[in-house]
């Protein structure tokens, strides 16, 4: 079997090559395997965290949080903190590590996808089939065969997913092509004429069925470059 290990930037060994599995360093630590046992150790392959009778070590540490398995509730998902303490108990059929403030979950109510806080309380509620995770604000979900976006209240920001396909657009009496259509901010930025364009006054959710984008969207598009 390959063994893995870390070296630093001059290629100096600092970390013998003795684990089955490793992950980056994340705030100070990194998830190994050592030979069956799952571990968290720090930068010169000291022990932090070696799990409990209680439970596993799944993950490393993601914003002070790593991922735990019971050992007594059906193989459930939690959080540990850098202590060992339990602070989201196990009761999770799923979970990705946390990303500004929030994890994907999900759990045996309705087999679908929510987000829960480092306190493990449900921020968004468990209705997705399936969901990413955040960056800039916002998360990429799908539900009922649409994919989208998302803000941290779980209001849509933009919920038909185009792909980079060129869509043809009605604005200022002529036709023009959307399309690389990107969400920041609950802001919408597209490409009109090789132009970026920033339609600020939006209403969400959007009906982009039934809408012409310049004209039922906002007051007017702004120029800008992003």
Do not use: M
């Given at each position: 079997k ?8 001059n290629?100096?060994?600092?970390i ?13 630590f990194a998830?190994?395997n050592d030979?069956g046992?799952p571990?968290i150790?720090?930068k010169?392959?000291n ?5 409990t009778d209680?439970?596993?070590?799944k ?14 509730s059906?193989?459930?998902?939690g ?11 196990c009761?999770y059929d799923?979970?990705?590590e946390f990303?500004?403030g929030?994890s994907?979950v ?12 480092g306190?493990g309380?449900?921020?968004?509620e468990?209705?997705y089939d ?7 604000g ?11 976006y998302?803000?941290k ?8 997913y185009?792909?980079?396909?060129t869509t ?15 969400i920041?901010?609950e ?10 364009v920033c339609?600020?006054k939006v209403?969400?959710?959007i ?10 969207m906002v007051?007017k598009?702004i120029?800008?470059?992003?």
């Open positions: 390959k063994h893995w290990g870390y070296i630093d930037k290629g100096n060994t600092v013998d090559f003795k684990y089955l599995e490793v992950s980056n360093f994340n705030d100070g998830f190994v030979n046992t571990l150790i720090d010169i392959g022990i932090k965290l070696n799990g209680d439970y596993y070590i993950s490393n540490f993601t914003e002070g949080l790593a991922g735990i398995q019971s050992k007594r059906n193989g459930k998902f959080f540990i903190n850098e202590s060992g303490r339990v602070v989201v108990e009761e799923y979970y990705d990303s500004e929030l994907a999900r759990v045996d109510l309705n087999g679908k996808y929510g987000f829960i806080d306190k309380n449900n921020v968004i468990y209705k399936s969901v990413s995770y955040f960056s800039e916002l998360v990429s979900v799908k539900i009922n065969g649409k994919v989208g998302i803000n209240e779980g209001k849509v920001c933009y919920y038909k185009i792909n980079y396909e043809q657009e009605e604005y200022g009496g002529s036709y023009k092509y959307f399309n690389s259509i990107k920041l901010k802001k919408i930025y597209g490409n009109i004429d090789g132009k970026i339609f600020e209403d969400f959710p009906d982009w069925e039934n809408l012409y984008a310049g004209v039922d007051d598009p120029f800008t470059n992003i």
